[in-house]
């Protein structure tokens, strides 16, 4: 059995995770959430089939709310900070599934998969935890090869939010403002030597997804340069 870490029990991410539970929530009631979805997709989520969501690493943080309800399995780190995350993911009725490809990958691959195999539609982020960013990794492409399931792009958009220093640019949603989810043409692993056409096809996706999203809210194309480090605000 693997040691529990020092932090399971902590009262700072209980009191963390509760507070960013009611921000979520209020987030949610304040912000206006377009979806475009591929036919191919709606059709795959309508009937219940299994797939594997893929957004970029910085995009992810308003995506508890519009997925609410539905079986879905995040890759969250291992961290202490990914504890905040994965306390509030049941709380959305979603499972969090812990690992990452550069710590406890074979192991976070394998609960993935019996995650996928138990209904969970597996949601990850393909340029993490540590990037470069807008780039694919192989992790995701692993596990579509091992269950044969589509990978569904999803770019995302922001009206109201600021960007924070990390490597990722992490962009954190605020109230009252818009966000766009757009879907991506569905991308398939058919076997190892597939994944570098694999993970380029995904790349292209995700980027021309987000950039259907950021013309929708904010008029503009997606900027896939670096931002400078300096925190921001565009609200």
């Known amino acids: 059995m693997p040691a529990t870490p020092a932090y399971a029990h902590s009262w700072k991410h209980f009191l963390g995770s509760t507070l960013a539970y009611c921000y979520t929530v209020f987030l949610g009631w304040t912000t206006r959430v377009y979806w475009f979805k591929t036919p191919e997709a709606q059709q795959i989520e309508n009937e219940g089939k299994g797939l594997i969501y893929a957004v970029w ?5 308003f995506l508890l709310y519009p997925y609410k309800g539905q079986k879905i399995a995040p ?7 990914g504890e905040y ?4 993911l049941p ?3 979603m499972l969090a599934v812990r690992g990452s490809t550069s710590r406890g990958g074979a192991r976070a691959l394998i609960h993935l998969l019996q995650a996928a195999r138990s209904g969970y539609r597996p949601m990850l982020t393909p340029d993490g935890p540590r990037g470069p960013i807008y780039k694919v990794q192989p992790g995701i492409l692993f596990l579509a090869k091992k269950t044969g399931l589509p990978i569904i792009p999803v770019g995302t958009a922001l009206s109201h939010k600021f960007t924070v220093g990390s490597w990722d640019r992490m962009r954190v949603p605020l109230p009252f403002g818009k966000t766009a989810l757009t879907y991506g043409k569905a991308v398939y692993v058919r076997s190892e030597e597939d994944m570098p056409r694999a993970a380029e096809e995904l790349e292209k996706e995700l ?18 340069t670096i931002p400078p480090k300096k925190k921001h605000s565009s609200y």
């Open 57 to 61: 690493h910085n995009q992810q943080l």
């Open 75 to 81: 890759l969250i780190s291992q961290s202490s900070d």
């Open 85 to 88: 995350i994965a306390r509030l």
């Open 91 to 93: 709380k959305f009725g």
């Open 207 to 224: 980027n021309e997804a987000t950039d259907k999203s950021e013309m929708f809210i904010n008029k503009k194309h997606f900027d896939k």
